[in-house]
């Protein structure tokens, strides 16, 4: 597990706060001695010690992300391959201008670093909450995030994700739909869409209410953990260069 963000960095925790900071810095202009080679080289430094401890988390075994560990306001657990973390693990676009004119004016700044930690010790966690893009699910039992929508709405952006009952439970991830019409025991034709899954065919009226997994695809988790694994895996050491 690493270890929590530094105590006292007064980094900003959300988008309104960045935007509030950088306004903050922008106004106050450069620091007396401002050299941006020396910041330069600084950034370079925070940057590799940055990047160091969450490959140590990753090689740790680490499945999980927290955002703001141990600052006053609420954590946030997320799996590694969310989108909505993707940012913070991406350490060198984050020192934007505005940051590196903060970091002139105070060498000890430093900005929210997230820890890395496995399946136990995010269980382990108090004060910390789900992300509600991905779905952590720590625990092992948290109600999966669902959505309901109209048969009729069902768009290319919905394959690979899982088909459910009304209680959550998974008929198989969409491979495809259609609409077709069908007809019912006394000959009378309808409209009906047919949905493909992973584990057979489901056919309901254009109207009727469907409910998928509002989670990424497999798709895409497989491509993040790619990239993951590139970044702080075997690839990890060359982007130090």
């Known amino acids: 597990m690493t270890s929590p963000e530094r105590a006292g960095a007064p980094a900003p925790t959300s988008a309104d706060d960045a935007g509030a900071d950088e306004t903050s810095v922008a106004a106050a202009g450069p620091a007396g001695g401002y050299r941006p080679d020396a910041i330069d080289e600084l950034v370079a ?49 984050r020192w934007t201008e505005p940051h590196r004119r903060r970091l002139a004016v105070d060498p000890e700044y430093r900005m ?47 394959i690979g994700h899982v088909l ?14 259609g609409a077709r019409t069908g007809a019912d025991l006394f000959g009378i034709e309808h409209d009906e ?7 057979g065919i489901e056919t309901v009226g254009p109207d009727a209410q469907v409910t998928i997994w509002d989670l990424p695809t ?11 694994v590139q970044r702080f895996g075997d690839g990890f050491a060359s982007q130090q260069r």
């Not at 306001?73 to 993707?86: K, Y």
């Not at 269980?123 to 929508?149: H, K």
């Not at 895409?220 to 990239?227: D, G, L, S």
């Open 45 to 93: 430094r925070i940057v590799a010690e940055e990047l160091a401890e969450l490959r140590r988390g990753f090689a740790a075994g680490a499945e999980f992300a927290v955002t703001r560990p141990g600052s006053s306001r609420e954590g946030t657990v997320h799996r590694l391959e969310c989108a909505s973390i993707e940012a913070h693990l991406d350490r060198r676009s």
């Open 112 to 158: 929210p670093l997230p820890a890395l930690v496995t399946r136990q010790a995010a269980r382990e966690l108090a004060g910390v909450r789900s992300c509600r893009v991905c779905w952590p699910n720590v625990s092992g039992d948290e109600p999966r995030p669902l959505r309901r929508l109209s048969a009729r709405s069902l768009g290319p952006q919905h």
């Open 164 to 177: 459910a009952r009304p209680d959550g439970e998974s008929i198989g991830t969409i491979v495809r739909w």
């Open 193 to 199: 869409i047919e949905i493909v899954t992973s584990t």
């Open 218 to 228: 497999d798709e895409q988790a497989i491509r993040r953990k790619t990239q993951l």
